[in-house]
Antibody, heavy 115, light 110 residues
Framework: EVQLVESGGVLVQPGGSLRLSCEAS????????MNWVRQAPGKGLEWVSY????????YYADSVKGRFIISRDNTKNSLYLQMNSLRVEDTAVYYC????????WGQGTLVTVSS | QSVLTQPPSASGTPGQRVTISCSGS????????VCWFQQLPGTAPKLLIY???QRPSGVPDRFSGSKSGSSASLAISGLRSEDEADYYC???????????FGTGTKVTVL
């Protein structure tokens, strides 16, 4: 069974930085595109970023463009999200999800941005 | 921001059929595939429908998807208590060059 496990979510002050990780297993990670999706407390889903199977294709939501960087290490079966200049409104559970169909999701990791 | 509009709520009694709409535009639903997700309370979303009307293995055939023009729909037939959840649509948007999710619909089984 495909597994995606996110980690790295913590409490951070506004303006701070954080790197989230998503470790993949039970599938050939290098062959699949990946996404980050977030959900603020009590709110709906918001797509954050996409990276292709080879990292040449990368896209960001306007709300994070210029502040967040998505990357992947196919040798480690891992997806990353470097989050800089964090704002209170970035507070959310962050999920990694496989492919453009979002066919498998991790359990999520909570990022809280507060002073 | 959500550019796909869904009704905030829908309800039905056990056994009934419930339909959820997802309204977009020519740049998203009108020209790309639609996915649907179910999110049970306190859990991660789960893919229900991909490529407009395809069900992943393990998803009951009570769930069905359709698309017409710039709108899509999810139908749940034979409604069950375990179907109480939030449901979201999503599609790629050519103008935004990113994915967009719907506003979400809370389904209640009366």
């Amino acid at each position: 069974e495909v597994q995606l496990v996110e980690s790295g979510g913590v409490l951070v002050q506004p303006g701070g930085s954080l790197r989230l990780s998503c470790e993949a297993s039970e599938f050939t990670f290098s062959r699949h595109s990946m996404n980050w999706v977030r959900q603020a407390p009590g709110k709906g889903l918001e797509w954050v970023s996409y990276i292709g199977s080879n990292p040449s294709a990368i896209y960001y939501a306007d709300s994070v463009k210029g502040r967040f960087i998505i990357s992947r290490d196919n040798t480690k079966n891992s997806l990353y999200l470097q989050m800089n200049s964090l704002r209170v409104e970035d507070t959310a559970v962050y999920y990694c999800a496989r492919t453009g169909d979002f066919d498998f999701w991790g359990q999520g990791t909570l990022v809280t941005v507060s002073s | 921001q959500s550019v796909l509009t869904q009704p905030p709520s829908a309800s039905g009694t056990p056994g009934q059929r419930v339909t959820i709409s997802c309204s977009g535009s020519t740049s998203n639903i009108g020209s790309n595939f639609v996915c649907w997700f179910q999110q049970l309370p306190g859990t991660a979303p789960k893919l229900l429908i991909y490529k407009n009307d395809q069900r992943p293995s393990g998803v009951p055939d009570r769930f069905s998807g359709s698309k017409s023009g710039s709108s899509a729909s999810l139908a749940i037939s034979g409604l069950r208590s375990e179907d109480e959840a939030d449901y979201y649509c999503a599609a790629w948007d050519d103008n935004l060059r990113g994915y967009v999710f719907g506003t979400g619909t809370k389904v209640t089984v009366l």
